[in-house]
């Protein structure tokens, strides 16, 4: 039941889950999500003291924050954002998925 967000998505694509598969891909998901909001955590809990540290080598906010984004632990904040937004997506697409099916399973009988 390991699934990658890619596989998650290409699931997704087809539109064709059952009500069940799309919870178990929503509970995936949220453990992903979990996961993914450790990471950024982590990261988010060790900027203030490196950016303060870049934030005396420039004259604005706006070019340390440039140079923030350009170190290691910068470009991980960026990618654990964008992985959250795409879980997000997923897990309301999910949802919407799991609610048409539902209401067309009650529409049949």
């Given at each position: 039941?390991n699934?990658s967000l890619?596989?998650?998505e ?8 059952t009500?069940?598969?799309l919870a178990e891909?929503?509970v995936?998901l949220s453990?992903?999500?979990?996961y993914a909001?450790?990471q950024?955590e ?9 950016w303060?540290?870049l ?6 906010d706006t070019a340390t924050?440039r140079?923030?984004?350009a170190t ?15 879980i997000?997506?997923?897990?309301s697409?999910a949802?919407?998925?799991?609610d048409?099916?539902?209401?067309e399973?009650y529409?049949?009988?």
């Amino acid at each position: 039941m390991n699934l990658s967000l890619k596989n998650i998505e290409e699931e997704m694509a087809f539109g064709n889950s059952t009500p069940g598969r799309l919870a178990e891909i929503r509970v995936i998901l949220s453990g992903k999500y979990a996961y993914a909001s450790n990471q950024l955590e982590e990261v988010l809990n060790k900027k203030p003291a490196i950016w303060n540290g870049l934030r005396a080598d420039h004259k604005s906010d706006t070019a340390t924050e440039r140079t923030w984004e350009a170190t290691e632990l910068g470009t991980a904040e960026r990618h654990w954002r964008f992985e959250l937004k795409k879980i997000e997506k997923m897990l309301s697409a999910a949802k919407t998925l799991i609610d048409v099916k539902t209401t067309e399973a009650y529409n049949l009988t």
